[in-house]
């Protein structure tokens, strides 16, 4: 059990349009949802954190009128990408925990290109 | 103090030996400390985790190393395969924390792990 899904694993756009990425918990309610980012060969760093139903929050330096996050019910957080620049282009992994346990289950990612 | 510091950044070993990486931290509150694999374009998966009530917990030939009062933690992989070629990241997090940063994992910088057959 514990299986989080992406959608799309990987996406190409252009500079100006909005990508939306969604993350599903396939088998458990997700109280809590994490988005990250990563750069090739570095670390994860967080961008924000999304409880159900309420407002996500965000990480120091992540602006949240460009990455919009939604978090509409215990299965399903979104990511909203607008206006992307080739900057934005990185790799993004949700993950998900589960009724307060500490356990973060991650997704496979969305590779984001922004041409 | 946030910071969990890892080591080394990359690691070559031979088939059959054992890989051992090293983490170490400075947030006397965390109390949580897992450790993920990523292979290449994949999301991490959790390995093994370890709560700081305990000096060491082992899954197959996988083994946490914890010593609370030098604030450091370890993975060891024992007979190491190719197939482990992957990389590895340590994470802690604060349980208790409410808030804001609640579940939140700070993670390690990761290790590249190059396993020769």
Not at chain 1, 25 to 54: H, I, V
Not at chain 2, 91 to 95: H, V
């Given at each position: 059990g514990a299986v989080v899904s992406q959608h799309p694993s990987w996406v190409i756009c252009k500079s100006g349009t909005?990508?939306?990425?969604?993350?599903?918990?396939?088998?458990?309610?997700?109280?809590?949802?994490?988005?990250?980012?990563?750069?090739?060969?570095?670390?994860?760093?967080?961008?924000?954190?999304?409880?159900?139903?309420?407002?996500?929050?965000?990480?120091?330096?992540?602006?949240?009128?460009?990455?919009?996050?939604?978090?509409?019910?215990?299965?399903?957080s979104t990511l909203t990408v607008t206006s992307a620049h080739p900057e934005d282009s990185s790799f993004y992994i949700c993950s998900a925990t589960r009724g307060g346990r500490e356990t973060q289950y991650f997704g496979p990612g969305t590779r984001l290109l922004v041409l | 103090?946030?910071?969990?510091?890892?080591?080394?950044?990359?690691?070559?070993?031979?088939?059959?030996?054992?890989?051992?990486?090293?983490?170490?931290?400075?947030?006397?509150?965390?109390?949580?400390?897992?450790?993920?694999?990523?292979?290449?374009?994949?999301?991490?998966?959790?390995?093994?985790?370890?709560?700081?009530?305990?000096?060491?917990?082992k899954e197959g030939r996988f083994t946490i190393s914890f010593n609370k009062s030098a604030k450091q933690f370890s993975l060891h992989i024992m007979d190491s395969q190719p197939g482990d070629s992957a990389t590895y990241f340590c994470?802690?997090?604060?349980?208790q924390a409410g808030g804001t940063s609640y579940g939140k994992l700070t993670f390690g910088q990761g290790t590249i792990l190059t396993v020769h057959p």
């Open positions: 909005s990508v939306k990425i969604e993350c599903r918990s396939l088998d458990f309610q997700a109280t809590t949802m994490f988005w990250y980012r990563q750069f090739p060969k570095q670390s994860l760093m967080l961008m924000a954190t999304s409880n159900e139903g309420s407002k996500a929050t965000y990480e120091q330096g992540v602006e949240k009128d460009k990455f919009l996050i939604n978090h509409a019910s215990l299965t399903l | 103090q946030q910071q969990v510091k890892q080591s080394p950044q990359s690691l070559i070993v031979q088939k059959g030996g054992i890989s051992i990486i090293n983490c170490a931290y400075e947030n006397t509150a965390f109390d949580y400390f897992p450790w993920y694999q990523q292979f290449p374009g994949k999301g991490p998966a959790l390995l093994i985790a370890i709560r700081p009530d305990v000096s060491e917990k994470a802690a997090s604060n349980t």
